[in-house]
């Protein structure tokens, strides 16, 4: 398994994030850092030490964007595995030894992002365990038992 798995709608959206960064964003930043540097002494010059800063926060998502585009695989989702089978794009319900309350979760890349839903990768010591498995398995996480209460498709 790759070790970045992204739908292909997150693929797009990321590479289209990637590009406009490498462009616009830093042009952008570049005229930001130029114009702070006419204001004068740059030791004690807000604007500038915001701006660089700014550049710094962008060049490091550029960063992390480059290595988990270079290392991906596309999964065209959920519909291609079989029903109830947690695969990276499902929603996965999980009850934990001990307790009455089930907790929800996407399972797959942190940048597929839902509303309201944490996520928890394949790659994880418990998603390494979950992957694969359907509704009414059990596993055994750190010496507890973690039930799959639900696999679902989100909606």
């Known amino acids: 398994m790759s070790s970045n798995q992204l739908s292909r709608e997150a693929f797009e959206r990321l590479n289209d994030e990637l590009r406009d960064l490498t462009t616009r964003g830093r042009i952008d930043i570049a005229n930001k850092i130029e114009e702070a540097r ?11 030490h915001a701006a660089k800063e700014e550049q ?7 960063r992390q964007l480059q290595t988990l585009l270079e290392d991906v695989e596309i999964v065209d989702g959920p519909a291609d595995a079989a ?21 929800r979760y996407l399972f797959g890349s942190i ?32 010496g507890m ?3 799959i209460v639900a696999v679902d498709a989100p909606s």
């Open 145 to 147: 038992s973690v039930e």
């Open 56 to 62: 710094g926060k962008m060049e490091g998502r550029i």
């Open 111 to 142: 940048e597929e992002r839902i509303d309201g839903l944490d996520v928890l990768t394949p790659g994880s010591p418990l998603g390494e365990l979950c992957d694969g498995k359907s509704a009414g398995d059990t596993v055994d996480f750190n």
């Open 38 to 48: 006419l204001l004068g002494d740059l030791s004690e010059n807000g604007d500038y």
């Open 83 to 103: 029903e109830g089978v947690l695969v990276a794009g499902r929603i996965v319900e999980l009850r934990f030894e001990g307790d009455t309350d089930t907790e």
